[in-house]
């Protein structure tokens, strides 16, 4: 319970003291107008008040993320509490507070103009094309996944394939329509509600006197049942993305960025979005580590449901809040994920159209590129939903380190201090290298090798930022007292 109560103190005073560093490094200016008015449409750039923007946000980031992450990262032990904290206070709300602000300082581009702009014309093509299938696999991962479980709780009477069309007609829909129609009247209210399930389930497990697991010197060990084969570096980087850091949020960003009224609200917005899924993600490891009677325990249920997430969410919904907790585990399993697939496709479609320079005003526009993108969908839902799960995972954390490198050279050329997304970026880069190299879905090499091979991958980007650094300081300073 004490190494709860720090890990969220820590967050608190992250977002309290480490965000208003940030805001000071990105120079705000309050009085500047954003892209919301500069550049209105009223179908994605709506001014919208910085509450709803904040739920908005927090909804379009968490999908199932910081609950099924969370809960097969508590797998390997306390540990996973250090990564959130840590990787929430200077990962992951470092890269969606910049990927914000900087899409809010250049008309709300996507990311991948975003990267465009400071990494190169070929990485920003490159970056275009691994973005949208990145979305797209998003989309798919939060079709089939609420769908199978829709189609389990009516198994009688409405299949599989119905709950896929049903999902897939609201997709359409939500990425269709202007952004303040169906997202921004009623993603606030799920948000709220999924912040309060958070709440209410850890409220319910210490009335009920479980157990939290403390982090000690013993338990500063890798608890995972397979150890050799799931070490602590890279798999619990990979297998906790959202509730840490996450490429995805880079994708979301831009969407709040065309609707914030003012610059001074993307701290709230984007930093404390961020911190907000760190406290759910905490929140459900801890319950995975208590509820079952210890972390050892936690493993066996997930072998015994083949790592099923969404039997833990319904079972501890159900045993802790009882017939609400139904209802809440649903909103959890399935309007969640719902809601974020939804504006993966949006983000999908805004990227697209950044590239073809499609004016998404008109319907016919909006047309053109939506249609496509959801047939590449529809057939992707075909494969097993595991394979693309392991995927995503890896592409997802592959852009949040090219992100953190974007950040890191604008400020570079502004004359910023760098250092603080350049040692994230350095982590995820040895993180998403290693993996590759580990991985079953990739090389399937030893431990050893795999590290070798990562961390001089590392070094080698590290090698390019730094002769990048000396050939241009000379520009750079020119620059920064512009």
Not at 451 to 473: C, P
Request: charged share 10%.
């Amino acid at each position: 319970m004490i190494t709860f109560i720090i890990c969220v103190l820590v967050l608190v005073l992250g977002y309290r003291f480490y965000a208003k560093y940030l805001e000071k490094v990105m120079e705000i200016d309050p009085n500047r107008q954003t892209p919301a008015y500069a550049m209105r449409d009223n179908v994605d750039y709506v001014p919208m008040p910085w509450w709803k923007v904040l739920l908005v946000q927090f909804l379009n980031i968490a999908g199932l993320g910081p609950i099924y992450g969370a809960i097969a990262g508590a797998m390997w032990g306390p540990a996973a509490f250090v990564w959130i904290v840590l990787g929430t206070v200077f990962g992951g709300a470092v890269h969606d507070f910049f990927s914000g602000m900087l899409s809010v300082k250049h008309e709300g581009k996507s990311i991948t103009e975003i990267i465009g702009i400071y990494l190169g014309n070929s990485t920003k093509q490159v970056m275009r094309v691994f973005t949208v299938i990145l979305l797209v696999l998003v989309g798919v991962v939060f079709i089939s996944g609420p769908a199978s479980i829709l189609a389990s709780l009516t198994p009688e009477n409405l299949d599989f394939q119905f709950w896929i069309w049903c999902v897939f007609i609201y997709y359409i829909l939500a990425t269709l329509l202007p952004i303040d129609k169906i997202i921004g009247s009623i993603y606030p209210v799920f948000g709220f509600a999924l912040l309060f399930m958070a709440v209410s389930l850890i409220t319910m497990l210490i009335i009920k006197g479980y157990s939290m697991p403390e982090l000690t010197f013993d338990n500063w060990q890798n608890f995972h049942t397979k150890p050799d084969k799931f070490p602590i570096f890279p798999m619990l980087f990979i297998s906790i993305a959202c509730g840490a850091i996450s490429g995805f949020h880079a994708t979301q960003s831009p969407l709040m960025a065309r609707c914030i009224e003012n610059e001074s609200e993307g701290k709230r917005v984007f930093y404390g979005a961020m911190v907000i899924e760190g406290v759910v993600a905490l929140v459900w490891a801890a319950i995975s580590m208590s509820f079952f009677g210890g972390i050892n325990e936690l493993n066996n249920v997930m072998i015994a449901h083949q790592g099923n997430a969404a039997w833990v969410v319904n079972e501890v919904s159900n045993s802790l809040l009882g017939r609400f907790g139904a209802v809440l585990a649903i909103l959890g399993v399935v309007a969640a994920p719902i809601t974020s697939g939804d504006t993966a496709f949006r983000s999908a479609r805004l990227t697209v159209a950044d590239l073809l320079h499609y004016n998404q005003k008109p319907i016919k526009n909006r047309l053109l590129i939506t249609v496509p993108l959801f047939v590449i969908g529809f057939i992707l839902t075909r494969i097993d939903f595991g394979v693309i799960w392991r995927y995503f995972a890896w592409a997802n954390q592959t852009l949040a380190a090219v992100v953190l490198w974007t950040i890191t050279i604008y400020l570079v050329q502004k004359g910023k201090n760098y250092w603080i997304t350049l040692l994230p970026a350095l982590f995820m880069t040895s993180v998403v290298t290693t993996y590759i190299f580990l991985a079953p879905e990739g090389f399937s090499l030893g431990t050893t090798i795999s590290y070798f091979l990562g961390f001089a991958m590392t070094a080698i980007v590290l090698i390019l930022f730094i002769v990048y650094f000396v050939k241009n300081k000379q520009s750079f300073s020119g620059l920064s007292n512009k």
